[in-house]
């Protein structure tokens, strides 16, 4: 269950503060990337299993590449032609054509020029804490949640929940 806005951040001031205090080291969960900017160092699971540990600076700069995100009219088409024409891998994510490239800001135009199916949309994001997730875990963390909670509805539905 979440917090309001208010109440979050008078929790988040109050960890701060608490920390800075009394020096003391704070272990916390959280799905919420935004969350753990706040963190000195973050560590990254998947299937129980720590993946990355470092500060959310350094584990950005690892990602190293911009991330694209297009709206097609045909994503499958889109997937292949970026493979075929430009060299790049993607993948449909969250109902969008999702890639990295170095200097995502330049790579649009040679987009729009080049690229054989429609794009409605496009956005190009500096690597954030979701791209590093993505980066070790290779899905989401909506995808991982949708596909956690899909899997305890199957076996709940096969009587073993």
């Not at 804490?129 to 875990?137: A, E, I, N, R």
Request: glycine share 8%.
């Amino acid at each position: 269950m979440g917090l309001d806005p208010q109440t979050r951040a008078s929790i988040w001031d109050y960890i701060r503060r608490l920390k800075d205090a009394e020096d003391i080291t704070i272990f916390m969960t959280t799905h919420y990337m935004d969350e753990a900017e706040f963190c000195d160092r973050i560590a990254i699971m998947d299937s129980g299993r720590i993946v990355a540990l470092d500060t959310p600076e350094v584990l950005k700069a690892g990602v190293g590449e911009d991330r694209v995100r297009l709206r097609t009219s045909d994503d499958d088409a889109a997937v292949a032609a970026l493979k075929e024409r430009f060299g790049v891998d993607a993948t449909v994510s969250e109902g969008q054509v999702t890639f990295t490239v170095a200097s995502g800001g330049e790579f649009v135009p040679r987009l729009f020029a080049e690229l054989d199916v429609p794009i409605g949309a496009v956005s190009v994001a500096r690597p954030s804490l979701d791209d590093v997730f993505m980066k070790f875990t290779g899905t989401s963390i909506r995808d991982a949640e949708g596909g956690a909670a899909n899997e305890m509805m199957r076996l709940r539905m096969r009587g073993r929940g």
